[in-house]
């Protein structure tokens, strides 16, 4: 079993920037790839970003990659989701998901454990 607690989500201007972190406790995070996701007020839940189980290795949806990234620290177990240049459609909830493998994966069904979310809400 996962817990996943996310946090820093709050309201930014436009062009701004928020740094998400999601903190992991139970099995090993080392041994898991991560994944953020986020949905928007009548939208379906979208991928935003997903790291390997070593760092080594991310991906990005396109409407966000070159102003996103995702860093993570195993000593602390913690999966960070730094947002810059923000723009007001990156308006959502934020969620945290663990895999229980260690790939990277852009597609919910490949993550077991999720947190309970954070809004993020970027004003014009």
């Known amino acids: 079993q996962v817990q996943l607690v996310e946090s820093g989500g709050g309201l930014v201007q436009a062009g701004g920037s928020l740094r998400l972190s999601c903190a992991a406790s139970?099995?090993?995070?080392?041994?898991?790839?991560m994944g953020w996701f986020r949905q928007a007020p009548g939208k379906e839940r979208e991928f935003v970003a997903t790291?390997?189980?070593?760092?080594?290795?991310?991906y990005y949806a396109d409407s966000v990659r070159g102003r996103f990234t995702i860093p993570r620290d195993n000593a602390k177990n913690t999966v960070y989701l730094q947002m810059n240049s923000l723009k007001p459609e990156d308006t959502a909830v934020y969620y945290c998901?663990?895999?229980?493998?260690?790939?990277?994966?852009?597609?919910?069904?490949?993550?077991?454990?999720w947190g309970q979310g954070t809004q993020v809400t970027v004003s014009s």
């Open positions: 998901a663990a895999s229980t493998r260690p790939y990277m994966s852009s597609y919910s069904n490949d993550y077991a454990y």
């Open positions: 139970g099995r090993t995070f080392s041994n898991s790839g």
């Open positions: 790291i390997n189980w070593s760092g080594e290795i991310t």
